[in-house]
Antibody, heavy 120, light 110 residues
Framework: QVQLVESGGGVVQPGTSLRLSCAAS????????MHWVRQGPGKGLEWVAV????????FYGDSVRDRFTISRDNYKNTVYLEANSLRAEDTAVYYC?????????????WGQGALLTVSS | QSVLTQPPSVSAAPGQKVTISCSGS????????VSWYLQLPGTAPKLLIY???KRPSRIPDRFSGSKSGTSATLDITGLQTGDEADYYC???????????FGGGTKLTVL
């Protein structure tokens, strides 16, 4: 079955950087787009970024564009989110999620999430 | 403010039917498929409806979706206490070139 396991969360100071990873298994990783979605404390879902199945296209939400970078390694079945210039408002649970197509179809599977806390 | 608009909360009694709306625009709902997600407290979201009205095999037919113009609707019949959760609509926005979610609707089964 599809499994998505996030790692790399933790507590960091404002202005610093962090890389989240998501290890995928149970499906042909290189055939599917991958998303990152976050959820701040007590808040709704906020889409962060998507990368196409082959890495050819990447799109970002307004609040993270120019600070976050999504990437993938189709040999390691892993998707990454490099988060720079972190702010308190980036504090959230970050979910890795699979697109049911190349990248802009719909999300059909979610990981359990990784908590990132940005605090001094 | 979310690009897609959902009511913050809805409620109904066990066994009844509830409808959750999701309103958008031509650049999102009007020209793209809508999906719906359920999030139980403390858990990751899961897919309920995709392509406006299709259900993954594991989802019971008490859950149904529809779309008309720039709005979409999730219907839940035969409400159970276990249906208490947050529900989100989502779709691709062709103008923003981004995925967008509604703000979420909290369902209370009285």
């Amino acid at each position: 079955q599809v499994q998505l396991v996030e790692s790399g969360g933790g507590v960091v100071q404002p202005g610093t950087s962090l890389r989240l990873s998501c290890a995928a298994s149970g499906f042909s990783f290189s055939d599917f787009g991958m998303h990152w979605v976050r959820q701040g404390p007590g808040k709704g879902l906020e889409w962060v970024a998507v990368i196409w199945y082959d890495g050819s296209k990447r799109f970002y939400g307004d609040s993270v564009r120019d600070r976050f970078t999504i990437s993938r390694d189709n040999y390691k079945n892993t998707v990454y989110l490099e988060a720079n210039s972190l702010r308190a408002e980036d504090t959230a649970v970050y979910y890795c999620a699979r697109d049911d197509g190349i990248g802009a179809t719909h999300i059909d599977h979610w990981g359990q999430g990784a908590l990132l806390t940005v605090s001094s | 403010q979310s690009v897609l608009t959902q009511p913050p909360s809805v409620s109904a009694a066990p066994g009844q039917k509830v409808t959750i709306s999701c309103s958008g625009s031509n650049s999102n709902i009007g020209n793209n498929y809508v999906s719906w997600y359920l999030q139980l407290p403390g858990t990751a979201p899961k897919l309920l409806i995709y392509d406006n009205n299709k259900r993954p095999s594991r989802i019971p037919d008490r859950f149904s979706g529809s779309k008309s113009g720039t709005s979409a609707t999730l219907d839940i019949t035969g409400l159970q206490t276990g249906d208490e959760a947050d529900y989100y609509c989502g779709t691709w926005d062709s103008s923003l070139t981004s995925w967008v979610f509604g703000g979420g609707t909290k369902l209370t089964v009285l």
